[in-house]
């Protein structure tokens, strides 16, 4: 199975609805700049360094200790307009996932593959030339925290009301926020070089699994809306299900 470079994207002038939904869902590496709509993050008045395992083990308690199967509807909004439809992802464990999503009455489809932080293939993949993945706002949408690198800096803030943690990696941040109140929530912002790349709210429901999910990517700008309609647990899945769409 082959590998797809990481390249420096030039955002196109016209993309179809389903791939400019697997361009923000899937990658959102785009420079920061500013607007698209703001998701307020808490931030605490002091983050205390700690030790990356206890951000490891943080991390790995958000994952899914089985497989998902998972259905939801999505809105996505930028400066061309409007497109709407259904996806579907297939969570096996620990972390890799197939992404389907189709617009209205089918059209449009478009899949891709996450296995932890490296897009196996997408379809179209033309598409994937013109993205640098940014994996955690992929996982965050789905109430999962990735790990930090082993040389992160690890912080962290806890209180009653909510935790806080940031990874920080040369330039480079991470900052997840998780709130305690009704309902839930957890916040992750991604910043390269100081210039903020996106953020992801993700709304949980009484069962402790994602309701909601936003994505606010201020370079467009752009704006994903989530809803999750089923989160069931899944039987293992067939192996072609980790391999790209037939023509």
Same mark, same amino acid.
């Given at each position: 199975m082959r590998r797809f470079a990481m390249t420096n994207p030039v955002r196109p002038a016209i993309i179809h609805p389903m791939r400019r939904l697997l361009v923000v869902i899937s990658t959102v590496g785009l420079a920061a700049c500013g607007g698209g709509g703001a998701i307020t993050v808490p931030r605490p008045a002091s983050l205390t360094p700690v030790a =990356? #395992?206890? *951000?490891? *083990?943080?991390? @790995? !308690? =958000? +994952? &899914? =200790?089985?497989?998902?199967? /998972?259905?939801? +509807?999505?809105?996505?909004? #930028?400066?061309?307009? *409007? *497109?709407?439809?259904?996806?579907? /992802?297939? @969570? !096996?464990? &620990? #972390?890799?996932?197939r992404l389907d999503v189709q617009g209205p009455l089918g059209s449009g489809r478009a899949a891709a593959f996450v296995s932890g932080d490296t897009a196996l293939w997408a379809d179209p993949e033309n598409d994937v030339k013109r993205l640098v993945p940014n994996y955690p706002l992929f996982w965050a949408l789905l109430g999962i925290v990735r790990s930090p690198a082993s040389a992160a800096v690890a912080r962290r803030y806890a209180d009653p009301a909510l935790t806080a943690w940031q990874f920080q990696t040369g330039a480079d941040t991470v900052d997840y926020v998780r709130t305690a109140g009704t309902p839930a929530r957890l916040i992750a912002e991604v910043r390269q070089a100081g210039k903020k790349i996106g953020t992801v709210e993700t709304v949980f429901g009484p069962d402790g699994l994602p309701a909601t999910a936003r994505l606010i990517v201020p370079s467009v700008p752009a704006r994903l809306d989530i809803t999750f309609v089923s989160n069931q647990k899944a039987k293992a899945f067939a192996s072609d299900t980790w391999t790209p769409p037939q023509p």
């Open positions: =990356t #395992d206890s *951000a490891v *083990a943080w991390a @790995l !308690a =958000t +994952r &899914p =200790t089985e497989n998902r199967e /998972i259905r939801f +509807r999505w809105q996505f909004r #930028d400066d061309q307009g *409007a *497109a709407g439809g259904r996806g579907r /992802i297939r @969570l !096996a464990t &620990p #972390d890799s996932a």
